[in-house]
């Protein structure tokens, strides 16, 4: 995880906020109004949290619900993937007070679950006890259905941009 504040350039410019991709299992955080990109969430969720007061934007792209007895990043898992980036966000000066989140993902795309539950519907339930657990409010979602999903937070604004093959753009 990196944090983009703009300082390492060294430039004396403003340049143009950069575009940082955010892949499967990662989260990035920034604080100098980069958006924020991720793709090919199918059952994957995206989980963007934004703190205005403290101009920080932070997304991960979990893929399953839990981590216990499971390895891999922390990104990877949806509840310490979220519980991974609100620390980010602190770490980068966002209070959890001020806080919200968007949520996009959690599509039903191929169903392999034997007991109904699949895995997108899975990760949005958890994802969403994560986010209750921190008392961050959700403030958009656009999860389920049978479709996949592209994300680009725009950080400055916290719109949450979802983009769809065959459907008209979603912001919230």
Request: glycine share 12%; proline share 2%.
């Amino acid at each position: 995880m990196k944090v983009y504040d703009g300082s390492q350039s060294g430039q004396t410019t403003q340049a143009k906020p950069e575009r940082v991709k955010v892949g499967i299992a990662e989260y990035e955080v920034t604080t100098d109004g980069a958006a924020l990109t991720t793709s090919g969430l199918g059952s994957c969720i995206g989980v963007a949290l934004h703190d205005p007061q403290a101009n920080a934007a932070g997304l991960v792209h979990v893929m399953l619900p839990n981590a216990e007895g499971k390895e891999g990043s922390r990104a990877k898992f949806a509840d310490t993937g979220v519980e991974a980036l609100v620390e980010a966000m602190e770490a980068a000066g966002a209070n959890r007070s001020s806080m919200v989140a968007k949520l996009a993902g959690g599509s039903d795309m191929l169903d392999f679950s034997a007991n109904g539950a699949t895995i997108g519907s899975r990760n949005a339930t958890q994802v969403k006890e994560t986010l209750e657990s921190f008392s961050i409010p959700i403030e958009g979602e656009d999860v389920g259905g049978d479709h996949g999903r592209s994300l680009r937070l725009e950080s400055v604004t916290g719109d949450l941009v979802i983009k769809s093959a065959n459907r008209e753009e979603n912001r919230i």
